[in-house]
């Protein structure tokens, strides 16, 4: 199950969740916190995967919750559902541009909307695990969202989708910057252009008068032309790249003329996005309607996108190719986080798994039992490690607990993992058995 954490002490919140929960009873766990320091330890001690930070509660500091969020993101990823009091908090905490806040809406919007909200969770909790929680990667993961002409919708799910890479080692701060931009410019183009027939010239016009665009756009989406319009988004994630389409089912528009007729040097009040997406992302590319545009994103490879707070008071040390980490049979139980590079673990001079970013720790097995090293370890390529001593640890453990309990989930997840793993050859070996045994 998700667990769901609500900071707040607003009853009308508390008791719009417990009525959206109840349909999800058996997929989300709400926990509930009326006071700062409660939240701050559920934080910590129940790692939710989504946070609902109640602005509007003026006893609970959420401030002081978000600081702490931005303090350690390698810890604290995932998603903030931020509420405000009022449309002028709103637009101060968009204002921020926090990129661990999924979504910004005001007290009344939150209440009415929060069900629906939970059940776009639901229908996405794949997207939602913590760091190191995420399925492995390697193979090619392929999803879709189906959107309304609404910009909050829009950002929700463009949200989701960066969290989603970030916090499972895709891409660093550069590639969350350049996802989130170019994914909210298509998205509002979509919206706004596609499927609302908002042109140029009108957003010029309504901008010119000091219109809030949103408005615009509400008022265009409730049109019975335009109402029942959807943005399709999809991707893409293979090892090496992602790969996102984003679809309106509007009558499309001359992509390339804007492209060869946009000038850098002129001030315009909008227009510059597409040129802005097309020096963030790789072969961005409409089809010949213009109503669908598709763009990739290098994934990082081999290295880490961040580092635990509590590791970073550490030294890392540089591997060459063939360097020896640890040798079997060493008296030695330093932990290793792996920031970078491919390491081979060897046993008996035999290769038998080879270790990167997403794995995280070297070394873990001797740490957690004080015993020999097991196996070799060496490098396969250049990359950077940052040892911890075992006493040095277990100290920084005592002052930092929380940080205990994920390291225990996230070993208990590599035991199921090759669990799975061990069932699933199993069951291959059977099925090799039995077609031997017919012949």
Same mark, same amino acid.
């Given at each position: ?8 002490s607003n009853k009308e919140i508390l008791a719009a969740v417990k009525e959206a929960c109840r349909t999800y009873s058996d997929y989300f766990d709400p926990l509930y916190s009326p006071d ?154 979509? $919206?706004?252009? =596609?499927?609302? #027939?908002?042109?140029?010239?009108? /957003? ?7 219109? !809030? @665009? ?79 545009v598709s763009f990739d994103l290098d994934n990082l490879l081999n290295v880490s996108n961040n580092i635990p707070g509590i590791m970073i008071p550490f030294k890392a040390t540089d591997y ?17 986080? $792996?920031?970078? =590079?491919?390491? #081979?673990?060897?046993?008996?001079? /035999? ?7 997403? !794995? @995280? ?21 250049p990359g950077k490690l940052i040892c911890i001593p075992k006493v040095a640890f277990v100290n920084l453990i005592r002052k930092n607990p929380h940080y205990g309990i994920f390291l225990s ?31």
């Amino acid at each position: 199950m998700k667990k769901i954490l609500i900071s707040s002490s607003n009853k009308e919140i508390l008791a719009a969740v417990k009525e959206a929960c109840r349909t999800y009873s058996d997929y989300f766990d709400p926990l509930y916190s009326p006071d700062t320091d409660e939240t701050m330890s559920l934080m910590d001690y129940e790692i939710p995967e989504v946070k609902v930070l109640d602005f509007s509660s003026t006893d609970i500091d959420n401030f002081k919750v978000l600081s702490a969020i931005n303090m350690d993101p390698w810890f604290h990823n995932g998603g903030v559902i931020a509420i405000a009091k009022d449309p002028r908090q709103a637009q101060e905490l968009e204002d921020m541009k926090n990129q661990n806040i999924l979504i910004v809406q005001t007290l009344h919007s939150f209440i009415s909307s929060f069900k629906r909200l939970l059940k776009v969770l639901w229908s996405n909790q794949h997207i939602l695990f913590n760091r190191g929680m995420q399925e492995t990667m390697g193979g090619v993961e392929r999803g879709k969202f189906i959107c309304d002409n609404d910009p909050l919708n829009a950002r929700l799910y463009t949200s989701f989708l960066v969290n989603y890479l970030y916090c499972s080692n895709r891409i660093d701060v550069h590639g969350r910057y350049a996802l989130q931009t170019t994914l909210q410019e298509l998205l509002a183009n979509a $919206i706004e252009h =596609g499927n609302c #027939g908002i042109t140029y010239q009108d /957003k010029s016009a309504w901008m010119e008068q000091g219109g !809030d @665009m949103l408005e615009l756009v509400e008022q265009r989406r409730n049109l019975p032309e335009n109402k029942d319009k959807k943005v399709h988004i999809s991707y893409t994630i293979t090892r090496e790249i992602s790969t996102f389409t984003v679809r309106d089912e509007g009558a499309g528009f001359d992509w390339k003329s804007q492209i060869d007729n946009f000038k850098p040097d002129i001030m315009e009040t909008h227009g510059r996005g597409i040129a802005l997406s097309i020096g963030l992302v790789s072969n961005l590319r409409y089809n010949d309607a213009g109503n669908e545009v598709s763009f990739d994103l290098d994934n990082l490879l081999n290295v880490s996108n961040n580092i635990p707070g509590i590791m970073i008071p550490f030294k890392a040390t540089d591997y060459m190719k063939g360097d020896v980490v640890c040798k079997r049979g060493d008296l030695s139980s330093d932990l290793y986080f $792996i920031v970078s =590079g491919t390491f #081979g673990v060897y046993s008996d001079e /035999k290769q038998v798994s080879l270790l990167t970013p997403k !794995d @995280m720790f070297i070394g873990e097995m001797a740490f957690l039992l004080d015993d020999k090293r097991s196996a070799t370890v060496k490098a396969e390529q250049p990359g950077k490690l940052i040892c911890i001593p075992k006493v040095a640890f277990v100290n920084l453990i005592r002052k930092n607990p929380h940080y205990g309990i994920f390291l225990s989930r996230l070993l208990a997840q590599r035991v199921i993992d090759q669990r799975d793993k061990a069932l699933k050859l199993q069951q291959r070996i059977d099925q090799l058995e039995e077609k031997l045994g017919e012949k």
